[in-house]
């Protein structure tokens, strides 16, 4: 389980010569991903949730709080840890000049997959992912579509337990997202936790079970599509973010 416990990050922006202002990015969050759980979080620009999902990732420190995966800590148990998870940001960037199966071999390598089984594993990756196509392209001249798969797959890898996703869909066409979302939906089924960042409401709707609404670095809301819809009054999950969030923090 992925436990975060009054998590804050503290950050300071420079305003001039000699003045600076103090800011939270997050503050006080708390919630759990269970395994075969898809926990969503959505909130608008600068609600918090890159940061987040940066400390939940091991690349950020939290100001105080505790992050949590199978009751262990990253102080402690980091190199642990993120053999357990894999990370995907909205700005992943990836080797344009090799191709999608040298980086899963490489991926492979550096999570230390036996050699006995990782070529299987790419194969199977490979199938899952529609990239037989391009497998042997350079990187760097693929589509948007084919670069996400690719940057997805090399995520499968090492088989993590917990999945970390922002904007994994971000300008994508209809099949290539859907593929994504698939992929998704199959992981939760053969149990594995996953945090899923996204500003598509209707997307958050239809595949998580549970969704955190973020707004200025603090929990609006935690709840399923139904209780959120029930708190806000609304009969769908983008009036209830208006309802409860307001167009105004939205359109900042």
Do not use: W
């Not at 709707?205 to 806000?232: F, T």
């Amino acid at each position: 389980m992925l436990e975060v416990c009054g998590v804050q990050k503290k950050f300071r922006k420079r305003l001039g010569k000699r003045k600076f202002l103090e800011f939270y990015a997050d503050d006080d969050i708390s919630f759990c991903v269970p395994e075969g759980e898809i926990f969503g979080i959505i909130g608008p620009n600068g609600a918090g949730k890159t940061t987040l999902l940066r400390m939940l990732s091991g690349i950020m420190e939290p100001e105080s709080g505790s992050i949590l995966v199978d009751e262990r800590n990253y102080l402690e148990h980091s190199i642990e840890i993120k053999k357990k998870i894999a990370f995907l940001s909205g700005n992943t960037k990836l080797y344009k000049d090799i191709s999608p199966i040298e980086l899963l071999r490489m991926c492979g390598e550096y999570y230390e997959v036996d050699a006995s089984i990782l070529e299987n594993r790419i194969e199977e990756i490979m199938k899952r992912f529609d990239m037989k196509d391009f497998a042997y392209q350079k990187i760097g001249t693929l589509s948007t579509g084919q670069y996400q798969r690719v940057s997805i797959a090399r995520c499968l890898v090492h088989d993590p337990k917990y999945y970390i996703l922002d904007e994994a869909t971000s300008g994508l066409d209809v099949i290539s997202s859907k593929v994504i979302l698939d992929f998704i939906k199959e992981e939760k089924m053969r149990g594995k936790g996953i945090v899923y960042s996204t500003h598509y409401m209707e997307e958050a709707a239809s595949i998580c079970d549970k969704i955190m609404m973020l707004n200025h670095g603090r929990v609006v809301v935690i709840g399923s599509v139904e209780e959120i819809k029930k708190k806000s009054g609304m009969n769908n999950l983008r009036d209830a973010f208006f309802a409860l969030i307001g167009d105004d923090d939205f359109n900042a």
